[in-house]
């Protein structure tokens, strides 16, 4: 249920990088959860707020990654290995991979804590 539903926000990052922050944030650790937006002014010229560009989400030795380069365009989606905070390979994957990799990581990673345990609750809630 987590990966259908995170394949279903997957297609608009600013919608799902607000569903990661909303979800996440309260259970996870700041430093296990990057969050890049556009700058101001440039959002300001397009009349919004600053959209969000790339989020990533640690876990173990795994980088998640969902970025793109300006707002509409359409996200990537990579995998990264990593060791000792140094990345040893990336690679892209489709959103359906993408999503069923972080929840697998998230329950093994994060399935004992009761706090995730809500968060995840809370992502497979219709």
């Known amino acids: ?5 995170l394949r279903r926000h997957s297609e608009d990052l600013s919608m799902y990088a607000g569903f990661l922050l909303n979800s996440l944030s309260a ?10 937006r556009e700058g101001r002014l ?6 919004r707020e600053p959209a969000v560009l790339a989020v990533a989400v640690t876990l173990g030795n795994h980088r ?5 380069a300006e707002f509409g ?5 990579k995998v990264c290995h990593q060791s000792g905070g140094v990345v040893l390979s990336t690679r892209t994957v489709s959103p359906d991979e993408w999503s ?7 329950v093994r990673t994060l399935g004992a804590d ?10 497979t809630a219709p």
Do not use: H, N, S
Request: a positive charge; zero cysteines; proline letters at 4%.
């Open 1 to 5: 249920m987590l990966a259908a539903q």
């Open 42 to 47: 440039k959002a300001r010229l397009g009349g």
């Open 27 to 36: 259970a996870l650790p700041g430093e296990l959860l990057q969050v890049r």
């Open 64 to 68: 998640y990654e969902l970025e793109r």
């Open 100 to 106: 069923r990799g972080l929840a697998e990581a998230l």
């Open 114 to 123: 009761a706090a995730a345990v809500e968060a995840l609750q809370r992502l």
């Open 73 to 77: 365009a359409r996200p990537v989606a």
